[in-house]
């Protein structure tokens, strides 16, 4: 599930209202226009919708509301504790990390936005990430792959991209903390886990299907 802070923003007042509430009341009271604010509905009701989650209701006189409201607030509390990076500064090194993580396990083509809004970081701090790792990946026999206005991909073999990414996750994430999440995935020690474990379970989740 993808969500930027806005809609977050969105989310928690609706979950505090036991009513519909108009465009233009979600408008003065959240400052934002209601274009916005309807551009923004219509993605978490999407996330929501990939999730499972059927929580969006609209009238066309008297607003929107979420249903479902117990849900909702378990999924949002799990999502916030292990994706949302907004009051936590990573290191240069851990983002690198976090990149190329991803982009071995992933069998798609991933947009820079992606990493924006994940790492809580600008297109051009990312791109200076991915300029980095051609460096690492040339020494594993893989490639960084560019497809224009769509993002980027890594080329090679799996066995070497296996390899490298285990090598890296264990550089990043130590021993107990990866035993622990098998265990329990509510488990984990550090903010880095967090991003890594939640992120890469969704990743391997889509890859599946």
């Known amino acids: 599930m993808k969500l930027?802070?806005?809609?977050?923003?969105?989310?928690?007042?609706?979950?505090?209202?036991?009513?519909?509430?108009?465009?233009k009341v979600m408008s003065q009271q959240l400052n934002l226009t209601e274009r916005q604010i309807r551009y923004d509905l219509r993605n978490i009701e999407s996330a929501?919708?990939?999730?499972?989650?059927?929580?969006?209701?609209?009238?066309?006189?008297?607003?929107?509301?979420?249903?479902?409201?117990?849900?909702?607030?378990?999924?949002?509390?799990?999502?916030?504790k292990y994706s949302t990076p907004a009051k936590y500064k990573y290191s240069r090194k851990e983002i690198n990390h976090f990149i190329l993580l991803k982009l071995l396990i992933s069998n798609q083509i991933i947009p820079v936005s992606e990493f924006e809004t994940e790492l809580n970081i600008s297109r051009t701090t990312v791109l200076s990430h991915l300029v980095d790792l051609d460096g690492v990946l040339f020494l594993e026999d893989l490639s960084?792959?560019?497809?224009?206005?769509?993002?980027?991909?890594?080329s090679g073999e799996n066995l070497n991209k296996y390899?490298?990414?285990?090598?890296?996750?264990?550089?990043?994430?130590?021993?107990?903390?990866?035993?622990?999440?098998?265990?329990?995935?509510?488990?984990?020690?550090?903010?880095?886990?967090?991003?890594?474990?939640?992120?890469?379970?969704?990743?391997?989740?889509?890859?599946?299907?």
């Open 144 to 154: 960084l792959i560019h497809h224009k206005r769509r993002g980027y991909i890594i």
């Open 48 to 80: 929501f919708q990939h999730a499972g989650i059927h929580a969006i209701k609209k009238q066309a006189k008297k607003g929107v509301m979420i249903v479902a409201k117990n849900q909702v607030k378990q999924r949002m509390a799990h999502f916030k």
């Open 163 to 209: 390899h490298l990414f285990t090598r890296v996750l264990l550089e990043l994430i130590n021993i107990r903390e990866l035993y622990t999440f098998i265990m329990d995935s509510e488990k984990v020690f550090s903010k880095e886990a967090e991003l890594i474990f939640f992120t890469f379970s969704i990743l391997m989740t889509c890859n599946n299907h």
């Open 4 to 23: 930027k802070q806005r809609e977050l923003q969105i989310i928690d007042y609706l979950l505090e209202e036991n009513r519909f509430v108009n465009y």
